[in-house]
């Protein structure tokens, strides 16, 4: 389709000849002869472009700029005049007008200057759509809540936006500690560079330094080239660190001097490099538990729980449930008319919510899929308590206790002996991820 202009001219042959030349242009173009009628059209067929005289008999042609640009900012007008000063141009373009053209123009000039403005609008429009997508995306623009104590923790976590404390965020796996992280950046004054999330799971425990801090060539088997670290590709940025709590005391004391002393050195370097990154860490462990089984550093505890934000499992904050739902339909781009059931509500408020928001959004995602009609009606929620837990198999627990390690080792060893020792099915039969299961076999020494 064509873009639309509206032509406002009062100058009758003026406005055909224009008419004409915009239209052998490929443009739409519909005339107005006063500012009045001007204004009445555009409310009435919405253009994408505005042209105006200045001399239109009933308004003046910078009133009719200032009229559009009340009701629609993003609309580009071109103000043209046969009594072009410097004054007035100024006036028009403190208005907000695109250009400020003066008769006689060719016809080239101000196809040309529509071009633009239709460009410059269509660009204005993308950035736009892609934001609202980075945020669809992430998520940053559902953290929606009815509960008071969350409620107050996103006040707080707004107040905190606006520093460069570091920030723990605390809470049950799928709580939206991530989410939470990017808020905080979003309405950082870093808002502007990256930020880059590690998931210190993820990374296997004699290549976490240099995935952090980089390295150079020849550093170790497989280094063929320099290597920028997470802290440097987060420059002037935001470093996520997602379950800061399973790294190893080594890496925990080269990271605390990071962020002290705003310096790393990459691997096989003798080079000290200085940063400049914000960082935010996360972690759903007890970590006052892990400091008092040596597990965690407490001087790094200290320095990185500055501002400690802890988010409540949904099972506390059931009232957000309506509006986490109505964001995930949305999200999922179903149809405005899908909705759940009274019935079906009910049953997602009654639910305990193990797998907190990122369950949830599973849930209404296989709900949305699978519908049989407009209004979901059926919630298929595989409740735990028909799963074969733990539980299941210590049948009791001694007076004395039990401990949960050997358990977790007994577990492991069962299903590494019904697998085969083939490590990736061992952990499909755990329900957990293959880097999980690496990671205890490690601390267990199996």
């Known amino acids: 389709m064509n873009d639309r202009i509206l032509l406002i001219d009062d100058d009758e042959s003026l406005r055909r000849v224009t008419e004409y030349n915009l239209t052998s242009a490929d443009f739409s173009v519909i005339t107005a002869a006063s500012g009045k009628e001007g204004l009445e059209k555009f409310s009435k067929y919405q253009p994408d472009l505005v042209i105006t005289d200045v001399k239109l008999g009933d308004l003046d042609g910078i009133e009719v700029l200032g009229e559009i640009k009340k009701v629609s900012p993003d609309t580009p007008v071109i103000v043209i005049t046969a009594f072009g000063t410097i004054e007035l141009a100024v006036k028009a373009m403190n208005q907000g007008a695109f250009n400020f053209i003066t008769k006689p123009f060719d016809r080239d000039t101000l196809r040309l200057s529509c071009r633009k403005a239709l460009e410059m609008k269509?660009?204005?429009?993308?950035?736009?759509?892609?934001?609202?997508?980075?945020?669809?995306?992430?998520?940053?623009?559902?953290?929606?809540?009815?509960?008071?104590?969350?409620?107050e923790l996103l006040q707080t976590a707004m107040q905190v936006a606006n520093s460069e404390a570091t920030v723990l965020i605390t809470g049950e796996s799928g709580t939206g500690k991530e989410v939470l992280a990017r808020l905080i950046h979003q309405n950082s004054p870093r808002q502007n560079a990256p930020l880059v999330a590690v998931n210190c799971t993820a990374i296997p425990d004699n290549l976490i330094e240099s995935e952090l801090f980089g390295h150079v060539k020849g550093a170790f088997t497989g280094a063929v080239a320099n290597r920028k670290g997470r802290f440097q590709t987060a420059a002037r940025g935001t470093l996520f660190l997602d379950e800061i709590g399973e790294l190893k005391m080594d890496m925990q004391a080269k990271l605390l001097r990071a962020i002290q002393e705003k310096e790393i050195e990459p691997v096989g370097s003798d080079t000290i490099e200085e940063t400049d990154v914000r960082i935010i860490a996360a972690t759903n462990k007890d970590l006052q538990i892990a400091?008092?089984?040596?597990?965690?550093?407490?001087?790094?505890?200290?320095?990185l729980g500055v501002i400690p934000l802890h988010l409540p499992p949904l099972r506390d904050r059931k009232e957000d449930i309506p509006a986490l739902v109505d964001h995930f339909l949305k999200k999922l781009g179903a149809p405005k008319e899908v909705r759940f059931s009274k019935e079906a509500m009910e049953t997602l408020m009654e639910y305990s919510w193990p797998g907190n928001i990122r369950e949830l959004q599973n849930i209404v995602e296989r709900c949305v899929i699978l519908r049989k009609d407009k209004v979901i009606k059926d919630v298929l929620i595989k409740t735990h308590s028909s799963a074969k837990t733990e539980g299941d198999i210590v049948l009791e627990i001694p007076e004395?206790?039990?401990?949960?390690?050997?358990?977790?080792?007994?577990?492991?060893?069962?299903?590494?002996?019904k697998a085969d020792g083939n490590r990736s099915q061992a952990a499909r039969l755990l329900k957990i991820p293959r880097h999980v299961l690496i990671y205890r076999l490690e601390k267990f020494d199996l």
């Open 291 to 303: 400091i008092d089984k040596g597990e965690f550093r407490e001087d790094l505890y200290y320095r």
């Open 122 to 151: 269509s660009l204005r429009n993308r950035n736009r759509q892609l934001s609202d997508e980075v945020n669809r995306l992430t998520g940053t623009e559902g953290i929606v809540t009815a509960n008071s104590a969350m409620a």
């Open 400 to 417: 004395d206790g039990i401990s949960l390690e050997e358990v977790e080792k007994g577990l492991i060893l069962k299903a590494l002996e």
